[in-house]
């Protein structure tokens, strides 16, 4: 197989875009679509600050890799969530990675806060994941307002796009429907921007990449998510992009270009509190995630 770009032996078939390239064009090909990302969604420039997510994985290290190669201003922000090996050797990787490129980080210990997931996991009846991702979403929320970011990058690839999209679709929930936009705005003072800008590029072409540039990542998955239905989601469209090279990104594209705006909620004026708890802004007197904390005690 060679390059389409310049012959030369090629190191990844992209058949979605029944195209080969070589490392130096698969590099070109896939920095483009990242750009292409940003600026169709009109996400960020450089005069922003930009908090970067970053779980130890391949996406959002990728993520973090390119922006800061563009010339964006980021800091990595990594919530070290008390699961065993698992977040030993992904803070490892955080860590080894910032060094190495010499980058900002910020990094929030649930352990060291007293509520590591599985702590609360064993005291919240909820599903773990749920639990996991109101925490997440608060510290995220909370270290960008206080390091007062313009915005919030996150490394979703277009697979976990169309697996939520999928779920989504087949319960046809509009609220969350409503929420699929790669760049949704601030809400509030609290809460940040949040962006996807790796939305345009699969699993499988962020995992070539991180490869072919040597970044270090932690490969396990998070030992909760066994079971997940978005694994469920993301099978069934792997299955389907295998027959039909194409599917997501068709999938999700048309989604924007014909059904998102069906989904626009009106725009309701929620009243803002001050929770009573830890003083940040939210939606009820006490916030989600101290309502949560409380069936610690
Ligand atoms: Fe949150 Fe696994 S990453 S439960
Ligand atoms: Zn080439
Ligand atoms: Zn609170």
Redesign the pocket.
């Given at each position: 197989m060679k390059c389409r770009k310049c012959g030369e032996r090629a190191l990844v078939t992209l058949r979605r875009h029944n195209a080969s390239f070589c490392k130096e064009h698969f590099n070109e090909f896939f920095r483009r679509q990242v750009e292409k990302g940003i600026k169709d969604y009109k996400m960020f420039d450089w005069s922003d600050k930009i908090m970067v997510c970053i779980?130890g994985g391949k996406d959002s290290l990728v993520l973090w890799y390119l922006l800061n190669d563009m010339g964006f201003d980021t800091t990595g922000m990594y919530i070290n969530?008390g699961?065993g090996e698992y977040s030993q050797k992904s803070l490892e990787k955080v860590n080894n990675f910032a060094e190495k490129h010499n980058l900002k980080s910020i990094i929030v210990n649930l352990d060291e806060l007293g509520h590591p997931?599985p702590l609360l996991e064993s005291k919240v009846k909820r599903q773990?994941?749920a639990i996991?991702?109101t925490a997440?979403r608060y510290y995220f929320n909370k270290t960008a307002y206080e390091g007062k970011f313009d915005v919030v990058a996150t490394g979703h690839n277009l697979d976990d796009e169309t697996a939520r999209l999928l779920g989504n679709v087949l319960k046809w929930d509009p609220a969350y429907l409503s929420k699929m936009d790669p760049n949704l705005p601030e809400d509030g003072e609290f809460i940040k921007r949040k962006v996807k800008p790796l939305v345009r590029l699969t699993e499988l072409e962020v995992g070539a990449f991180a490869f072919m540039n040597g970044i270090d990542y932690i490969k396990d998955e998070?030992p909760?998510?066994v079971g997940a239905t978005s694994m469920l989601y993301k099978n069934a469209l792997n299955n389907l992009e295998s027959e039909m090279p194409g599917t997501k990104h068709y999938f999700y594209n048309e989604f924007f270009r014909s059904a998102a705006d069906k989904f626009k909620m009106e725009e309701v004026n929620t009243e803002m509190h001050t929770c009573a708890v830890c003083g940040l802004e939210s939606f009820n007197e006490v916030c989600s995630f101290c309502r949560m904390l409380e069936k610690l005690k």
């Open positions: 779980s969530l699961i997931i773990v994941c996991c991702g997440k998070c909760k998510a």
